[in-house]
């Protein structure tokens, strides 16, 4: 009788794909939220803001293709659903365009102080998910027309104050001051 080898799945196996699958899904998680306190600021202002800044993003660095929002006013939250796309272009490397959908909530306490609470629904990563909802926050803080404890996503120049430079002493395109009798004028 002619010898069989009988293979028993290993419990290292077993508890492999299971243990892999639950480490994903604890790394991207479905659904997330970040919330964002306005205290200096009155609850209508505050509304005002969010409701501007869904409905008229600005991205330094993406292009809105679609962005459909719903507004209710009852409860004070917003629904938004983005499209967002760039082309990245690097030197010695071809161009790749990037594409992203956002669907996502922003909704305003009712007690005081005023606080926003972002969130989505989807699977996201969580970095990816932080940052746009810093942007968002800050595009709130923009539009009170401060920016307070919210801090930016790095690059993100309409997040920040503008930096401080020195000014020309004349404006630029003026012509040089005729030299005096003799001297050559200054190029």
Known sequence: MPEQTVRASSPRRTLLVPS????????????????????????????????????????????????KVKVDESQRRVTVWRDIRRDIVGQGLAPRREDKEWRFSAEVSDGAPATVTFSTPDWSVPGHFWQEADHFFAQVRMRLGEMGPVTPAPGDPLGGAPASATRDPEAPGDAPAAPKGGALAAP
């Open 20 to 67: 892999l699958a639950g480490a994903l899904a604890a790394l991207a998680g479905c659904g997330h939220s970040q919330t964002c306190d306005f205290s200096d600021r009155p609850r209508d202002d505050v509304w005002a803001a969010v409701v501007q800044a869904s409905r008229q993003p600005r991205y330094p660095d993406w292009i809105v293709i679609e962005n």
